[in-house]
């Protein structure tokens, strides 16, 4: 069975950093493109980043690049999201989506391009 779990999230204040872990088990972790997105309540889920099976192609969405970092660990079956200058408007529910491809497409810069998803984790940004 293919399992993708996100874990990191919590409430921090506005100008915090927080980093979040997507975990893959099931089928090897080097063969998915992996990507991470986010929903706040009544709005679509929105493309935040996505990272290519070797880790060296990365892309961003607009609204987080500068801010927002994701990277991965193959020999640890692990993707991060680092992200910095949280703002209130980060809020929302964070989830971790795997691709099983290494071929990278614009597919991958929106949902439907991912086979398997996490069950979310929040994040909650105050001030």
């Known amino acids: 069975q293919v399992q993708v779990v996100e874990s990191g999230g919590g409430l921090v204040q506005v100008g915090d950093s927080l980093r979040l872990s997507c975990t893959i088990t099931?089928?090897?972790?080097?063969?998915?493109?992996m990507g991470w997105f986010r929903q706040a309540p009544g709005k679509e889920r929105e493309f935040l980043a996505v990272?290519?099976?070797?880790?060296?192609?990365?892309g961003y969405a607009d609204s987080v690049e500068g801010r927002f970092t994701i990277s991965r660990d193959n020999a640890k079956n692990t993707v991060t999201l680092q992200m910095n200058s949280l703002q209130v408007e980060d809020t929302a529910v964070y989830y971790c989506?795997?691709?099983?491809?290494?071929?990278?497409?614009?597919?991958?810069?929106?949902?439907?391009?991912?086979?398997?998803w996490g069950q979310g984790t929040q994040v909650t940004v105050s001030s």
């Open positions: 099931g089928r090897t972790f080097s063969n998915y493109i």
């Open positions: 989506a795997a691709a099983e491809t290494k071929t990278l497409t614009r597919d991958h810069y929106g949902p439907g391009g991912y086979d398997y």
């Open positions: 990272i290519h099976t070797s880790g060296g192609t990365r």
